[in-house]
Nanobody, 115 residues
Protein backbone atom coordinates (compact mmCIF):
# COMPACT_ATOMS: atom_id res chain seq x y z
CA UNK A 1 0.00 0.00 0.00
CA UNK A 2 1.00 3.60 -0.51
CA UNK A 3 0.02 6.78 1.30
CA UNK A 4 -0.06 10.10 -0.57
CA UNK A 5 0.23 13.69 0.63
CA UNK A 6 -0.22 16.62 -1.75
CA UNK A 7 1.20 20.11 -1.34
CA UNK A 8 1.66 23.28 -3.34
CA UNK A 9 -1.86 24.49 -3.96
CA UNK A 10 -2.92 28.07 -3.46
CA UNK A 11 -4.33 31.21 -5.02
CA UNK A 12 -2.83 32.56 -8.22
CA UNK A 13 -3.85 35.05 -10.87
CA UNK A 14 -4.73 33.94 -14.37
CA UNK A 15 -1.60 33.41 -16.42
CA UNK A 16 0.42 32.45 -13.37
CA UNK A 17 2.05 29.18 -12.37
CA UNK A 18 1.86 26.69 -9.55
CA UNK A 19 3.77 23.52 -8.79
CA UNK A 20 1.98 20.68 -7.05
CA UNK A 21 3.89 17.91 -5.32
CA UNK A 22 2.77 14.53 -4.09
CA UNK A 23 4.88 12.62 -1.59
CA UNK A 24 4.38 8.88 -1.30
CA UNK A 25 5.24 6.53 1.53
CA UNK A 26 4.67 2.97 2.54
CA UNK A 27 5.49 0.90 -0.51
CA UNK A 28 7.64 0.55 -3.60
CA UNK A 29 6.76 3.77 -5.40
CA UNK A 30 8.24 2.93 -8.81
CA UNK A 31 5.72 0.19 -9.59
CA UNK A 32 2.71 2.51 -9.40
CA UNK A 33 1.09 4.43 -12.19
CA UNK A 34 0.65 7.97 -10.85
CA UNK A 35 -1.90 10.59 -11.76
CA UNK A 36 -3.25 14.00 -10.90
CA UNK A 37 -7.00 14.45 -10.91
CA UNK A 38 -9.13 17.47 -10.15
CA UNK A 39 -12.66 18.13 -9.04
CA UNK A 40 -14.38 21.47 -9.38
CA UNK A 41 -17.56 22.30 -7.43
CA UNK A 42 -20.56 20.53 -8.91
CA UNK A 43 -18.43 18.55 -11.36
CA UNK A 44 -17.08 15.03 -11.52
CA UNK A 45 -13.49 14.25 -10.74
CA UNK A 46 -11.44 14.22 -13.93
CA UNK A 47 -7.99 13.07 -14.94
CA UNK A 48 -5.58 15.94 -15.51
CA UNK A 49 -2.30 14.14 -16.17
CA UNK A 50 -0.83 10.70 -15.64
CA UNK A 51 2.59 9.15 -15.69
CA UNK A 52 3.02 5.41 -15.91
CA UNK A 53 5.53 3.35 -13.98
CA UNK A 54 7.58 3.21 -17.17
CA UNK A 55 7.51 6.98 -17.57
CA UNK A 56 5.02 7.51 -20.39
CA UNK A 57 2.66 10.43 -19.88
CA UNK A 58 -0.76 11.53 -21.00
CA UNK A 59 -2.73 14.72 -20.46
CA UNK A 60 -6.26 15.98 -20.64
CA UNK A 61 -6.77 18.03 -23.78
CA UNK A 62 -7.60 21.07 -21.66
CA UNK A 63 -4.12 21.17 -20.10
CA UNK A 64 -1.88 19.99 -22.94
CA UNK A 65 0.97 22.39 -23.50
CA UNK A 66 0.42 24.08 -20.13
CA UNK A 67 0.89 21.34 -17.53
CA UNK A 68 3.77 18.91 -17.11
CA UNK A 69 3.78 15.80 -14.93
CA UNK A 70 7.00 14.21 -13.73
CA UNK A 71 8.11 11.67 -11.17
CA UNK A 72 11.20 11.01 -9.08
CA UNK A 73 11.20 7.38 -8.02
CA UNK A 74 14.18 7.82 -5.72
CA UNK A 75 12.40 10.58 -3.78
CA UNK A 76 8.97 8.92 -4.15
CA UNK A 77 7.40 12.08 -5.50
CA UNK A 78 5.26 13.10 -8.44
CA UNK A 79 5.02 16.72 -9.51
CA UNK A 80 2.57 18.68 -11.60
CA UNK A 81 3.95 21.91 -13.03
CA UNK A 82 1.06 24.14 -14.03
CA UNK A 83 1.71 27.15 -16.25
CA UNK A 84 -0.57 29.66 -17.95
CA UNK A 85 -3.27 28.92 -15.43
CA UNK A 86 -6.86 29.79 -16.24
CA UNK A 87 -9.86 30.39 -13.96
CA UNK A 88 -11.34 27.12 -15.24
CA UNK A 89 -8.37 25.28 -13.69
CA UNK A 90 -9.81 26.11 -10.27
CA UNK A 91 -10.47 22.85 -8.42
CA UNK A 92 -9.27 20.53 -5.71
CA UNK A 93 -6.37 18.55 -7.12
CA UNK A 94 -5.82 14.97 -6.01
CA UNK A 95 -2.84 12.69 -6.36
CA UNK A 96 -3.54 9.08 -7.26
CA UNK A 97 -1.51 5.88 -7.24
CA UNK A 98 -2.78 2.83 -9.07
CA UNK A 99 -1.63 -0.69 -9.80
CA UNK A 100 -3.84 -3.54 -11.04
CA UNK A 101 -6.90 -3.42 -8.74
CA UNK A 102 -5.32 -1.20 -6.09
CA UNK A 103 -5.73 2.57 -5.94
CA UNK A 104 -4.88 5.19 -3.35
CA UNK A 105 -5.81 8.87 -3.11
CA UNK A 106 -4.32 11.83 -1.34
CA UNK A 107 -6.42 14.29 0.64
CA UNK A 108 -6.37 16.92 -2.09
CA UNK A 109 -5.03 20.44 -2.40
CA UNK A 110 -7.02 23.50 -3.46
CA UNK A 111 -5.99 25.47 -6.53
CA UNK A 112 -7.79 28.75 -7.13
CA UNK A 113 -7.12 30.87 -10.22
CA UNK A 114 -8.50 34.39 -10.15
CA UNK A 115 -9.39 36.29 -13.30
Amino acid sequence: QVQLVESGGGLVQAGGSLRLSCAASGSIFSIYNMGWYRQAPGKQRELVAAIASGGSTNYADSVKGRFTISRDNAKKTVTLQMNSLKPEDTAVYYCNAARTRYTSWGQGTQVTVSS
